[in-house]
C-alpha cells in the first residue's frame, strides 16, 4: 500500500529564506506527484505536477523535483513571503487501472514578516 | 472559471438527519472523487467515479453513498448523520489517462451535532 510522509508537520521561518519542502512515498510506481496549497478554510489549490518521466517542473518561485527510485519529491521556495504561508500537501497518483491520489498529511508553513 | 462546484460550503446537522452534498465539474473530465479532511488524518477517499455509471468504495465509504448522475455531476449522500462524520469534504476530479492534473473543490464543511 502506497504511504506519503511529509516531515516535518511544521516549520516556522523568517521572510526571505529559500527553503525546501520534503515529501517521501514508499512505491516508486506512479503516474504523478503533485504539490498542492491549501489556505485556512479554503479548498486545495494545484501548484505543480511532475509526471514520472520528468525530473522536475518551475512555476515562478517555485520549483518541485522528483527522484522517483528513492521515493522523494521536494517542493523549493524561492525568497519566501508572509502570502507563502499555508498548508502545502504532496500526492502521488500510482499506476494502475483507476488508481487514486495518495495524500501526504501536510506541511504547515509560517513565513514570519 | 468554475472548474470544481461543492455546495453547501457550510452545514449544520443535527445526529440522525441526512443530506446531500453537491458536486459539478465543468472541465469534462472522467474521474470524480469524494475526500474527506479531518485534523491528523489528512484527507481520506471516501468514494470515486472512474466514468459515468460507475462508483467505487474508497478508504472510508460506511455511512455514505453516491451518485453519479451524469459525467458533470457526482453526490454524496448522508443517510442518517453522525457526530463522526464531522468533517471537511472535498470534491476532486481529473481526467483519464492517468497522467494529468487532480482539481478540486473548496469544500463543504459539515458539523454534526
Known amino acids: 500500500k502506497q504511504e506519503v510522509t511529509q516531515i516535518p508537520a511544521a516549520l516556522s521561518v523568517p521572510e526571505g529564506e529559500n527553503l525546501v519542502l520534503n515529501c517521501s512515498f514508499t512505491?516508486?510506481?506512479?503516474?504523478?506527484l503533485q504539490w498542492f496549497r491549501q489556505d485556512p478554510g479554503k479548498g486545495l489549490t494545484s501548484l505543480l505536477l511532475?509526471?514520472?518521466?520528468?525530473r522536475e517542473q518551475t512555476s515562478g518561485r517555485l520549483n518541485a523535483s522528483l527522484d522517483k527510485s528513492s521515493g522523494r519529491s521536494t517542493l523549493y521556495i524561492a525568497a519566501s513571503q508572509p502570502g507563502d504561508s499555508a498548508t502545502y500537501l504532496c500526492?502521488?497518483?500510482?499506476?494502475?487501472?483507476?488508481?487514486?491520489?495518495?495524500f501526504g498529511k501536510g506541511i504547515t508553513l509560517s513565513v514570519r514578516p | 472559471n468554475a472548474g470544481v462546484t461543492q455546495t453547501p460550503k457550510f452545514q449544520v446537522l443535527k445526529t440522525g438527519q441526512s443530506m446531500t452534498l453537491q458536486c459539478a465539474q465543468d472541465?469534462?473530465?472522467?474521474?470524480m472523487y469524494w475526500y474527506r479532511q479531518d485534523p491528523g488524518m489528512g484527507l481520506r477517499l471516501i468514494y470515486y467515479?472512474?466514468?459515468?455509471?460507475?462508483?467505487d468504495k474508497g478508504e472510508v465509504p460506511n455511512g455514505y453513498n453516491v451518485s453519479r448522475l451524469n459525467k458533470r455531476e457526482f453526490s454524496l449522500r448522508l443517510e442518517s448523520a453522525a457526530p463522526s462524520q464531522t468533517s471537511v469534504y472535498f470534491c476532486?476530479?481529473?481526467?483519464?489517462?492517468?497522467?494529468?492534473?487532480?482539481?478540486f473543490g473548496q469544500g463543504t464543511r459539515l458539523t454534526v451535532v
Open positions: 472541465m469534462n473530465h472522467n474521474s
Open positions: 500526492a502521488v497518483r500510482p499506476t494502475g487501472a483507476n488508481s487514486k491520489l495518495t
Open positions: 511532475i509526471q514520472s518521466s520528468q
Open positions: 512505491d516508486s510506481a506512479i503516474y504523478n
Open positions: 476532486a476530479t481529473y481526467r483519464d489517462p492517468s497522467g494529468t492534473e487532480a482539481f
Open positions: 467515479s472512474a466514468s459515468e455509471g460507475t462508483t
